[in-house]
């Protein structure tokens, strides 16, 4: 059923699109529609859709020579978009499941290809037009694979190829450098940089995409196996589990009375890539996982469990004695700054988690400690409202349509409007008719998070300009941009990433997709 549901839904957008493209319809082809429409929803079960079918019939003639404008046929579909919720419409897939894989070229006739090509077998794709933009991508994205142009023209573009690799090692992420001058002499180096492949230019679709699955396959049986957070060397989640299931079992035997987890958050850890550089970044990480293991005991164990977060687990340690240790290590970090960036300061907050019964050491000792630092975070945010009440909070996703088609602004309405969530945040949407009005508004409010889909051509100030004051004016931070346009024009796609887009989308479009490729986006970034 929900198959035909998704057609029903497909069908109604095909329409829209093409009659936004006529400008005028004839009546009776408004009529044979909604006269289909009806039949079909109703035989499946979409019992709204099916009356405000029959509602549109009743003021339609099969016969009449009546040619509809845009303004008068959108009238009818008033009736109709509340009904297309989300909640009618279920994705195929969980927003995790496609891998993601970063296409860094220069050459943009061919990154849009090899994107097409890799949206059309099961992937997600991104481009970067350049090396810079690359890196910014990879760290917000953490791409499940990454294809290189070997030959990226910028200056200084052996350092981000580096820079880039190295980062990728560190994550196990598979690099492919792709080049028409595929030699000997270019191969040696480049796998001597760390890179995993090089191909020649041009690549067989054929043998490409069976590859491309091997190294994913060949990255998760690696990632599976591994213990350590290559960047940090802390602990990652499998060894915590081991850790777990070790001291559950001493105190299984006795051998221990308690054992305690401490979690602990790096706070406005996400505004240190953009102010000092993402290896800046990376070494604070590192410098905090050190300064934990001079200010904790040899038998502690420490885990990475996301990027800004690192649970330590206490064996036979009460919790009070723990709350000492934390204070030791802020005081630690006080007198130790990361190196080679002094004014780079580590703040954290941090719960403490006592268990005395083997039954409830497991991984829910983590989901404790999560909820509880949650709930301090959200205290802490809450007074900082109270104080300030234009203070945000990062739950929040604003979704932001800037297009001059009514059309598209009404179907992400009601698709939105009825669902509460995307990614796991609280959705806010709003929608401009043109980028004067969404320049003009208040509608930037610093710590939230925000997705912007950006028509190309608009009246008044096009998207370029708009994307360029944006990127100009706010931080990079919490504020994702893609591009809407209806030509595939490699040169405008170029320079709308050039200018800071990160993602653009080609009209006309399905709702549903742009929706379930937009939560892939937030389930990484945010």
């Not at 006529?22 to 709204?48: C, D, W």
């Not at 777990?244 to 009375?257: D, I, T």
């Not at 490699?490 to 379930?516: S, T």
Request: glycine residues 6%; contains cysteine.
């Amino acid at each position: 059923m929900e198959k035909y549901q998704r057609l029903i839904y497909d069908r109604i957008e095909e329409n829209l699109h093409r009659w936004k493209q006529q400008g005028k319809v004839e009546e009776p082809e408004l009529y044979r529609f909604f006269h289909n429409l009806k039949g079909t929803a109703g035989t499946i079960g979409m019992k709204s859709i099916h009356d405000a079918a029959a509602e549109n019939l009743n003021s339609l003639d099969e016969h009449s020579p009546k040619v509809w404008s845009e303004a008068e046929w959108h009238e009818l579909f008033q009736v109709i978009l509340p009904d297309l919720t989300y909640t009618e419409m279920p994705s195929k897939e969980s927003p995790l499941k496609k891998p993601l894989v970063l296409i860094v070229d220069d050459e943009a006739e061919f990154a849009a290809y090899l994107k097409d090509m890799l949206q059309d077998n099961g992937y997600e794709a991104v481009i970067a037009v350049d090396g810079g933009k690359g890196i910014e991508l990879f760290y917000k994205l953490h791409p499940s694979l990454v294809i290189l142009d070997y030959f990226l023209p910028e200056e200084g573009h052996a350092g981000i190829f580096e820079q880039m690799v190295k980062k990728a090692r560190q994550e196990f992420t598979p690099v492919i450098a792709l080049s028409a001058s595929a030699d000997n002499k270019h191969k040696i180096r480049a796998y001597d940089m760390g890179i995993t492949d090089f191909l020649g230019k041009p690549i067989n679709k054929e043998l490409f995409l069976p590859f491309l699955n091997n190294r994913l396959e060949m990255k998760e049986r690696i990632r599976a196996s591994s213990l350590v957070d290559e960047l940090t060397g802390a602990g990652n989640l499998r060894f915590m589990d081991q850790e777990l299931a070790a001291n559950k079992e001493r105190l299984q035997r006795g051998e221990m009375e308690r054992c305690t987890m401490l979690l602990f958050s790096l706070r406005g850890f996400r505004n240190v890539n953009e102010t000092f550089g993402y290896e800046a970044g990376d070494a604070a990480l590192t410098h905090f996982v050190h300064c934990i293991d001079q200010s904790f005991r040899d038998g502690d164990a420490i885990f990475r469990i996301h990027e800004r977060k690192f649970a330590l687990l206490l064996p036979q340690t009460a919790k009070a004695r723990a709350q000492e240790l934390t204070k030791q290590l802020r005081a630690h970090l006080h007198r130790s700054p990361v190196p080679q960036h002094p004014d780079l300061s580590l703040q954290f907050s941090a719960v403490e988690v006592e268990v005395t019964d083997a039954a409830a050491l497991s991984r829910e000792i983590l989901t404790e400690a999560e909820r509880l630092l949650w709930e301090a975070s959200s205290a802490g945010k809450q007074m900082k409202k109270q104080e300030n009440p234009d203070s945000s909070e990062r739950h929040v996703l604003n979704v932001i349509t800037v297009d001059d088609d009514e059309v598209v602004r009404d179907m992400m309405k009601h698709y939105l409007s009825r669902r509460t969530t995307l990614g796991g945040k609280t959705i806010r949407f709003r929608s401009y008719e043109d980028g004067e009005a969404f320049l003009e508004s208040d509608w930037y409010r610093e710590g939230e998070a925000f997705f912007i889909l950006l028509d190309r051509m608009m009246p008044k100030i096009d998207g370029i300009e708009v994307l360029k004051k944006i990127r100009q004016s706010y931080p990079k931070e919490g504020i994702l941009i893609s591009m809407l346009t209806a030509r595939k024009s490699e040169a405008e796609v170029a320079r709308a990433l050039e200018l800071g887009a990160d993602d653009y989308m080609l009209k006309p479009f399905r709702v549903r997709e742009i929706i379930a490729r937009m939560e892939r986006f937030v389930e990484r970034v945010f």
